[in-house]
């Protein structure tokens, strides 16, 4: 079937810095990816839609100059954290369409910014 | 996407079948219930979804009442492996923005 897959995994940066995670399908091309975050026994929240060759759409109250998305190719999305802070420290976790419309999911990125 | 409403948890015994219950009744007519799943740190995974008709693969079996007010995923012989938050979701087959509700945490015991 589909995959999505995230890097990394597990990734602990300074705070003030950026960190960048990577969203790819491996085998089929997404036009369009989803990234959310997911914070400690709460339930995924959608921050932005991903769109391959054009700017990313942003849910209300997420700073898209801070969670910069690029969507270069047709199966790679990015999301960079720009200027961490540890309250930016979660489970992010990306999304694209497979086969028959089905949604498939990344396997996760913790973030955590010290 | 039409809200869904699922008990916050439930139990089952290892070896028993699990049956999951999702309510929504506001669903519309190009909606369809889609089911996944998240184990504790890790990515959702696709279990199975349906529009009106009743659907079955590897993992599950989805019941979908006439009315599609209701549906009912069932795991027909739980394993430890099975413990997880499952989430019902109602959303166009064509639309791929998914709306995660707090789903069901559903728990095997030996």
């Known amino acids: 079937g589909a995959v999505v897959s995230q890097h990394p995994s597990r990734v602990i940066c300074k705070s003030g810095t950026s960190v960048k995670i990577e969203c790819r399908s491996l085998d089929f091309q997404a036009t369009t990816m989803f990234w959310y975050r997911q914070f400690p026994k709460k339930s995924l929240m959608l921050m932005a839609t991903?769109?391959?060759?054009?700017?990313?759409?942003?849910e209300q109250g997420v700073e898209k100059d801070k969670f910069l998305i690029n969507h270069a190719s047709l199966t790679l999305s990015t999301l960079t954290v720009t200027s961490a802070h540890p309250e930016d420290s979660s489970f992010y976790i990306c999304?694209?369409?497979?086969?028959?419309?089905?949604?498939?999911f990344g396997e996760g990125s913790w973030l955590t910014v010290v | 996407d039409a809200k869904t409403t699922q008990p916050t948890s439930m139990d089952c015994a290892e070896g028993r079948a699990a049956n999951l219950p999702c309510n929504h009744s506001?669903?519309?007519?190009?909606?369809?219930v889609y089911w996944y799943r998240q184990i504790h740190s890790q990515g959702p995974q696709y279990i199975i979804h349906g529009l009106k008709n009743n659907e079955t693969n590897e993992m599950a079996s989805l019941i979908i009442t006439e009315d599609r007010k209701s549906s009912t995923l069932i795991l027909p012989h739980a394993t430890l492996r099975d413990t997880a938050v499952y989430y019902c979701?109602?959303?166009?087959?064509?639309?791929?923005?998914?709306?995660f509700g707090e789903g069901t945490q559903l728990t095997v015991n030996p």
């Open positions: 979701i109602a959303n166009p087959q064509s639309g791929s923005r998914l709306t």
């Open positions: 506001t669903i519309s007519g190009n909606e369809y």
């Open positions: 991903s769109n391959e060759g054009s700017k990313a759409t942003y």
């Open positions: 999304s694209a369409g497979g086969f028959g419309n089905t949604i498939y």
